[in-house]
């Protein structure tokens, strides 16, 4: 929480000067981990940094009160990138919360899978939405979802918010459960639709998955696709869903999903030429 880097950090505290070891105190201890043959990861405090703000912690008001803001989001993200440039972590375990946008949080995962394609991080970066949205993520790049839920020592009791993230996933995975078990990553794991609604791809067999961030009704520009003569959409239940073949690709127009992001299958389609 005092914001003090355990690594020679290159990303300067604006307000304490060299507030970083000069001994590479990480490096030393993930060569030692991996040295005994078993996998490094790291953790990062980003809810809280008393140099960005030192508000007095005794209530949970005061905790809100405490999360720094203003120039606190880049610094953070910037330290974050720092780490996974460095050392490569298998995990990357961050407590609290995290600052800033999800935008900016999923440039930062991005960021991680592109240097450790199977890494995995924890589930306290996350809101529901978010949360369901980098399972999806995960999958889309042939990842897996590590969550961190454990009992308090004070009465052996699982913590509620652990409960509640939970409890999201048990509502919402059982009815997307084909689109995400047991599939593999397509040709690739999606940018935008059109209309500027995230995308991500899964695969198994002939299927093609497409899951939509926001889950709303309306038409989708699937931007990667194309049809052929065998091209059919449906939920994962089998009912048919309304699509067309249109200028800048596969216009499908996606379901009602509730909390969670939407998707359909598509069998028969094929990567569209860039």
């Not at 007095?56 to 989001?73: H, K, L, S």
């Not at 999800?102 to 592109?114: I, Q, V």
């Not at 996606?254 to 992001?261: D, K, L, Q, T, V």
Request: hydrophobic share 40%.
């Amino acid at each position: 929480m005092d914001g003090f880097c355990l690594w020679p950090s290159e990303v300067r505290n604006p307000h304490r000067s060299d507030w970083c070891s000069k001994r590479d105190v990480v490096g030393e201890l993930a060569e030692a981990v991996r040295g005994a043959g078993m996998r490094f990861g790291v953790y990062y405090s980003g809810g809280l940094d008393s140099t960005f703000n030192d508000w007095p912690i005794g209530t949970t008001a005061d905790m809100v009160r405490a999360i720094p803001r203003g120039a606190y989001p880049a610094y953070a993200d910037a330290q974050g990138r720092e780490l996974v440039r460095r050392y490569r972590p298998s995990v990357l375990w961050n407590d609290i919360a995290w600052p800033g946008t999800a935008e900016r949080l999923y440039s930062l995962f991005a960021h991680y899978y592109g240097r450790v394609p199977d890494g995995v991080v924890n589930d306290d970066f996350l809101r529901r939405d978010e949360l369901l949205w980098m399972l999806v993520e995960i999958v889309a790049k042939g990842g897996n979802l590590l969550l961190n839920v454990g009992p308090r020592g004070v009465d052996a009791q699982v913590p509620e918010p652990q409960l509640e993230r939970l409890g999201w996933l048990r509502e919402w995975f059982p009815p997307v459960a084909g689109a995400l078990s047991a599939t593999r990553p397509w040709v690739t794991p999606g940018n935008t639709t059109a209309e500027g609604r995230p995308v991500r791809y899964t695969a198994r067999g002939d299927s093609v998955f497409a899951f939509v961030q926001v889950g709303t009704a309306g038409w989708a520009t699937l931007a990667e696709l194309a049809s052929t003569p065998t091209t059919a959409v449906t939920t994962l239940d089998g009912a048919a869903v309304d699509w067309r073949d249109g200028p800048a690709g596969i216009e499908v127009d996606f379901p009602e999903a509730g909390a969670g992001p939407a998707v359909v299958d598509l069998q028969g389609v094929v990567a569209r030429p860039a």
